[in-house]
């Protein structure tokens, strides 16, 4: 039974770390992906993301 205890909880500290990892991969990437098109086509990208400028009032 103990074996069996151990063996759960490694797996859901795997599983942990996995989806973390997976995670962290897929953010990092689409945040990647938005600094750079904001470099390149800033009008472009705050047209697909709905962005409205700031109005001074």
């Known amino acids: 039974m103990a074996k069996f205890i151990g063996f759960l ?7 942990t770390g996995f989806s973390m990892l ?11 992906t938005l600094v750079g098109l904001e470099q ?3 009008k472009m990208l705050y047209k ?10």
């Open 22 to 32: 997976l995670f962290l991969g897929l953010f990092v990437g689409y945040w990647l």
């Open 40 to 42: 390149f086509a800033p």
């Open 9 to 15: 909880i490694a797996l859901l500290i795997i599983l």
């Open 48 to 57: 697909w993301i709905g962005h409205k400028p700031e109005s001074d009032s």
